[in-house]
């Protein structure tokens, strides 16, 4: 019986946000990000090459020039990986468009993506807690974090996001090899993986540290044969030949600033991962409360969190463009989200009154950035997005939902929304209220 209980949760784990992911996909508004991918599939499909037409470029600005030829600037990745769904679209437009079921099939694709790794933050969890506090990290990576906003949109952070914390389940079930191949396909999805690799070769002895670079590189060699095919060398990349920005891509760091856009991306009103996600400062406390016996794993997932913040503190472009919050964050989510079982596990009374609240926040700020728009106004570090522009859309009805148009009647979006929002936080609720779920942790 409690086996069939675990069974139950873990399938929830995956289905509850898939559902959810796949009724506030976008489909009405685009930026350059998703555009470049959408240019870049469509020429690997159909013209079965990685450049494009000028007209074609035009559509986004993160497009690179090599010797007058247009490709996209970013890594290939999310535009190869989701080529079976755009293939689809594709197929059913007849023609290249921006905004047809090319978009909206490889949206599809990423949420099937972040729903996969919602199943893995509970599969990650329950190797060191029980059912109830790993189904609360679950639902705190799904619902209560930028996981979901992003998961609606065709960006690159969900689908690296995958494969970095499939590496980590591996990690933890002792298959070096397996964590290290998740990990070099994660690389030609998003080429700022390769620094999860430090923190886990920290964590692995000498052996397993050398199965996983043997597993690294029999997946990560497909990046740089990318690479030679598009530009003649292994290490030429996308974005060296960028034409908004400078091939020397080491002139794109700064060390002046750094600290203050490390407070920016951590507390910033504008995009200040705790602004967006207040539940995850619960995160460290939960490390805080492993130290005794889980150091060393608490000690990972601090440093893999540290890792990419840390590296983006020193980034020019900081603040990720036009976007919702801090989105270059969202493959750190799930090492906060992780240790949040522990927190939840110790807590009593007032303590879990707060982890209570700060998910239900949570969840209301990323609801309206998922229905309303991820590519939010811009502003100044002090500017809110969930309050100061994505909640007058809400009011106004306006929604980029796949399933209504912009010009929704405000009384029924509101309805809308709050139902979204009955789903994601009574359920989960009265499911972490069942005096079953007493399972213990799997043995570590």
């Excluded at 009011?395 to 979204?420: D, E």
């Amino acid at each position: 019986m409690k086996q069939t209980n675990e069974r139950v949760y873990r399938t929830i784990s995956f289905v509850l946000p898939f559902l959810v992911y796949s009724l506030t996909l976008n489909a009405l508004w685009a930026s350059d990000h998703p555009n470049s991918l959408l240019d870049l599939q469509y020429a690997l499909l159909v013209n079965h090459t990685a450049f494009f037409p000028q007209s074609v470029a035009s559509n986004s600005v993160d497009i690179s020039v090599y010797k007058d030829h247009y490709t996209s600037a970013l890594a290939p990745g999310s535009a190869i990986l989701s080529a079976p769904f755009g293939a689809l679209g594709i197929a059913l437009d007849k023609k290249f468009t921006l905004f047809g079921y090319e978009r909206l099939f490889d949206e599809l694709f990423v949420a099937l993506c972040a729903s996969i790794s919602s199943f893995l933050v509970y599969s990650v969890s329950r190797v060191f807690w029980g059912v109830r506090p790993s189904f609360l990290s679950s639902l705190s990576f799904a619902f209560a974090s930028l996981a979901w906003p992003y998961a609606t949109v065709f960006f690159q952070h969900d689908i690296a996001l995958l494969f970095e914390v499939c590496s980590l389940y591996f990690v933890l079930k002792h298959k070096p090899k397996s964590a290290g191949f998740s990990l070099g396909i994660a690389l030609i999805v998003d080429y700022t993986s390769a620094l999860f690799a430090l923190p886990i070769l920290w964590y692995l002895n000498r052996k397993r540290a050398f199965g996983f670079v043997l597993g690294y590189l029999s997946s990560s060699w497909t990046t740089f044969a990318y690479n030679y095919l598009v530009f003649g060398n292994p290490f030429t990349f996308p974005e060296s030949y960028w034409i908004e920005g400078s091939r020397y891509l080491l002139s794109r760091f700064t060390l002046v600033y750094a600290p203050i856009h490390f407070l920016f991306l951590s507390f910033s009103p504008y995009r200040g991962l705790f602004a967006f996600s207040p539940i995850l400062a619960f995160g460290f406390y939960g490390m805080f409360l492993m130290k005794s016996q889980l150091k060393k794993p608490a000690t990972l997932f601090l440093l893999l969190f540290l890792v990419n913040i840390v590296f983006y503190s020193f980034w020019d472009d900081w603040d990720g463009g036009l976007c919702y919050g801090p989105r270059f964050l969202v493959e750190s989510l799930p090492f906060l989200c992780v240790p949040i079982s522990c927190a939840f596990e110790k807590a009593r009374g007032v303590l879990k009154m707060l982890i209570s609240v700060s998910y239900a926040y949570s969840v209301v700020v990323q609801a309206l950035g998922a229905l309303t728009s991820v590519f939010s106004k811009s502003g100044s570090v002090y500017f809110y997005q969930p309050l100061e522009f994505n909640l007058h859309m809400l009011q106004k009805g306006v929604f980029t939902t796949w399933w209504m148009n912009t010009n929704f009647v405000p009384f029924f979006a509101k309805v809308t929304f709050t139902t979204v929002l009955i789903f994601c936080l009574i359920i989960p609720f009265f499911m972490l209220q069942a005096r079953h779920l007493c399972l213990k942790a799997e043995v570590f």
